[in-house]
């Protein structure tokens, strides 16, 4: 019988494979490198949404501007994951929506909605809900909800032009929310059993999005590449070099 023998290198890549591989559980990220490929992962169904810097951007002033993962990038049955990305202010009266356990037709307040993605019309009965990060004039956050049990409510504000880090445990049972690494609340919900895509959105406010991450409970995908854009992919999350 041939014997190989590994290298240390060799057999740390072997390990790798074979755990990440086997437990790994990305479900959907996009860092924006790729504008058109990232069209595809995104539908706006209000505001001023671009791809510009290799990031998502909200320019619009207007209140409730969304944008939802397409059909095709999401799957019904999860309903037990990590949602996170980076998110920065640069202007307007408030702060960030960070939408979860979406499903069926949002609420248009008002507006005249884009189409939604196909699947997603269909579905009944409709459940939104979203992290009010900076809201009632950035003087506090709360998770609200059709639908669903809103909560978290916190004195957390947000800053303007500056990089902060959000994310979102869900299951089947509850929600958890943290902010700049920092829990904020968990909150006890098991309406429809935690299932629903994710999104994000603004209120009067415009913003820049990047790094976004949806993950199961066994973590994402172990990557330590470094690209030349400045952009590293790390065992739990994603870091980008940011002005």
């Known amino acids: 019988m041939t014997k190989i023998a590994l290298t240390p290198i060799l057999a ?9 591989g086997a437990f790994s ?37 207007e209140p409730n501007s969304m944008s939802v993962v397409s059909d095709e990038f999401w799957k019904e049955e999860w309903n037990n994951y990590t949602f996170e990305v980076k998110g920065n202010k640069i202007g307007g009266a408030e702060g960030f929506l960070i939408m979860f356990r979406c499903r069926g037709m ?34 506090r956050s709360k998770v609200e909800s059709w639908g669903g049990k809103g909560g978290a409510d916190s004195k ?37 059993k935690g299932i629903g895509r994710i999104g994000l959105a ?3 406010t415009q913003a820049r999005y990047d790094n976004v991450i949806v993950y199961g409970p066994n973590g994402p995908d ?14 739990w999350g994603k870091i980008k070099t940011q002005n």
């Open 156 to 192: 957390d504000t947000i800053k303007d032009k500056t990089w902060q880090q959000i994310k979102i445990i869900n299951t089947p049972k509850d929600y958890t929310l943290f902010l700049d690494g920092k829990e904020v609340a968990k909150v006890g919900d098991d309406t429809q």
């Open 25 to 61: 559980q990305t479900y959907f990220e996009d860092s924006f490198d790729d504008a058109a490929q990232s069209a595809k992962k995104w539908t706006p169904l209000f505001g001023q949404w671009e791809f510009k810097d290799k990031e998502y951007h909200q320019l619009g002033k």
């Open 106 to 139: 949002m609420e248009a307040r008002g507006k005249k909605l884009n189409d939604h993605p196909a699947r997603m019309a269909e579905q009944k009965p409709s459940l939104e809900y979203w992290w009010n990060l900076g809201g009632w004039g950035n003087t």
């Open 222 to 235: 172990a990557t330590t590449a470094v690209q030349k854009n400045g952009k590293a992919t790390l065992i």
């Open 202 to 204: 603004t209120w009067s």
């Open 12 to 20: 740390l890549g072997l390990i790798l494979v074979l755990t990440t």
